[in-house]
């Protein structure tokens, strides 16, 4: 610790989880915000000609009869995602391919103009029922870029994409999510888009209040920068966006890991989502069924995310028959069995937080009989984000031993730590932004 952060701790010790609730600091998150933090984790779907075809990036030229499955069941992947835990399910209403899973006011490129159900099919009319029957949230994606449309690269196209937004943020019930793809590839003669963020996220408000959006930098939350299921130790839920489209040339040094961490002190609350595919793909493909992620490989991705005070956005892309694979369900029920292993059993008996040798402390009791490697701490986030640094000591004969140490704490931070007996664990507040006010505090090994 240096001597200007233990300066500024011991100017702040004054609360922690007292009973005088401390003022907000700095930006706080909606109420949305908060409900969406609270969800932890979600599920995405990728499905669409794709699915058929076995491309990532559709051509935009498939047949509207491509797609074609032959048992959809969205009540199922609301079942698979609510017993893994997900609060919600966001659906690529439209990926770049431009083919539409409803009736695109549009375009002609959707499932209006197919043979499937003899062009009566609406997968989000299905989806949202079977979220609503399941009691979780219901999500869209609606991908900016389109490879069909014929006005994509023009100022018409912006119109376009506005009448297809409208039309799924009023057709399908609250929204807890709209999801903005930061890809914005050519159109014909390597027309370049230029998208109108103000009018969309107008749009967004006008329809849908204050729903979360997600787009690369906000402003209901920001991409994570990277696709592999992690956000850095370091992640600050305030963020200050520069430019809405990704002109990387005014931000600070790697604008992918600057994603990932966020802004100590920035002007908004823009958390970080982190997307990741539970197989190599984010569309589903024959080929790729024997490489779904394993349950051990799912608990690594969520250490990494929500333990690190982000929210978890998993895709499990639905197969050409329109149900989701055993491969993938046998994965999130692994998944589901070793949080509930993990999670379920607290060796910590109480905690409480109070001031010692001039810092801000959280004094843990345990069960000195039983081990434990992990840390969960959570800051009350509806008050701001404040905890920069802390660490994590034991007993150790007549002082302390430390075992652990780590940077924000947020929404949750699992602290990864040497397997421990102890009957006291003390967390140090090193450094923080205002009087730390941490809500919950346990000790579980994995
Ligand atoms: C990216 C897209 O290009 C991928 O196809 C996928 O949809 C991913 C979630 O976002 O930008």
Known sequence: MNIKHLALATALIAVCCGPNRPKPFGPVPTPQQLAWHQKEMNMFVHFGPNTFSGLEWGQGTESNDLFAPDSLDCRQWAQVAKEAGFGGIIITAKHHDGFSLWDNPSSEHSVANSKWRDGNGDVLAELSAACEE???GFGVYLSPWDRNHPD???ERYNDAYVKSLESVLT???????VWFDGACGEGPDGRK???????FLGKVKEHQGDVVTFSNIGPGCRWVGNEEGHANETNWNTFTPETHNADRSNLPGDYEHYLGS???GGAYWIPAEVDVSIRPGWFWRESENDKVKTARELIDIYYKSVGRGAVLLLNVPPTASGRIHPNDIAALKGFRA???????DNIATSFECKEQDGLPMVMITANPDKPFNRLVLQEDIALGQR???FAVDVPDGDGWMEIGCG?????KRILLLPETKASKVRVRIIKTLAPPVIKNAGLYMD
């Open 387 to 389: 905890v920069a640094e």
């Open 407 to 411: 940077t924000t704490i947020g929404n």
């Open 171 to 177: 057709g399908y019930g609250p929204l807890f999510e």
């Open 193 to 199: 888009q230029v998208y109108d963020w103000p009018l």
């Open 262 to 264: 966020g802004d100590e």
């Open 338 to 344: 070793e949080l509930d292993r993990i999670f379920s």
């Open 152 to 154: 994509y690269g023009t």
């Open 134 to 136: 399941a009691g979780i």
